[in-house]
């Protein structure tokens, strides 16, 4: 009897890379920077072991877990999920069986509502993989990448494993230890994930879903999400010029963001919105709202 010696390497493997990432950040990392606005901060901030932590909790803690309160704002939960659906419920390009909030496929049933998945969905700024996991009650094959190499480590563990244990703080200096869990009705191996950078995709994520001799202006993606992503790009134009080649016709990108504008990541003169534009007279300045996104996707060819 016994495992194989295939089996057995396999596990070393896993073991291995859980170990890296539990060690990859030693107690001097743990750094108490914020990802909020009132924070700063940069690309960096996401690089250490507590942001790490923060995100697992965000995209896969229990919710009594999150909000131990029975009067907190709980309608606020479930954010990855929410963004998933949403991308489900616009995508044209493949049909889909019907959703509902908080709804989902088995790993035997495959889509949602007991019907076979199809399509193919790419999360642009995935962070930890919530949504990516997400994404795949609805469709066949998900993407996500982001520019993160902690990140994208945190989403390869969390997918071959189903659970990452994390430390979230209780209150000033006193934490808690808890764990992050994939929900079992998801299918892992539909998702992959991989390290780059929104502002220069790589060419293998772009064209190849237009027809005949278009097949390179519009892309293969049947749903293309960008969560918490533009306004923490150093150029959210370029990101937004490519994203006609990333959605094949009939397809949806869904952008979800604060609009949380901080130079730390974009200089002032790459912000879409945010600031006052100034018109004839002082007095009657207005502010420049996020609603010029739609005018510049139509601008670079994108549907609105």
């Not at 918490?228 to 397809?251: H, K, S, T």
Request: charged share 20%; with cysteine.
């Amino acid at each position: 009897g016994g495992a194989s010696a295939a089996t057995v390497a396999a596990a070393a493997a896993q073991f291995a890379a859980a170990a890296a990432f539990d060690t990859a950040f030693d107690a001097g990392s743990m750094s108490t920077a914020s990802t909020t606005p009132a924070g700063g901060g940069g690309p960096a901030v996401y690089e250490n072991r507590r942001v790490v932590d923060e995100y697992v909790q965000f995209h896969f803690g229990k919710p009594e877990d999150i909000m131990p309160y029975k009067d907190g704002p709980h309608s606020a939960l479930r954010f990855t999920a929410r963004c998933a659906d949403l991308c489900a419920k616009h995508t044209k390009s493949v049909k889909l069986s019907s959703i509902g909030v908080g709804g989902g496929a088995s790993k035997g049933s495959g889509g949602v509502g007991g019907g076979s998945p199809q399509g193919m969905a790419l999360d642009i700024g995935c962070a930890v993989g919530g949504a990516s996991f997400e994404l795949a009650r609805h469709f066949k094959e998900v993407v996500g990448i982001d520019f993160s190499r902690a990140f994208v480590q945190a989403a390869k563990l969390m997918k071959e494993r189903g659970k990452l244990a994390y430390t979230a703080v209780r209150e000033a200096d006193i934490t808690g230890r808890y764990e992050g869990v994939v929900p079992d009705r998801i299918d892992r191996s539909r998702v992959s994930f991989r390290q780059g950078d929104a502002c220069k995709l790589p060419s293998s994520l772009l064209g190849g879903g237009g027809p005949g001799e278009s097949v390179a202006e519009f892309g293969r993606y049947d749903a293309v999400l960008a969560s918490n992503l533009l306004c923490r790009l150093p150029d959210p134009a370029e990101f937004l010029r490519a994203c006609p080649r990333l959605v094949r016709p009939g397809g949806v990108l869904v952008l979800v963001s604060p609009y949380s504008w901080l130079e730390a990541w974009t200089p002032r003169d790459k912000w879409l919105g945010g600031y006052y534009r100034a018109t004839a007279t002082a007095s009657s300045s207005k502010p420049s709202r996020a609603s010029a996104l739609m005018a510049m996707m139509r601008r670079g060819g994108g549907a609105a």
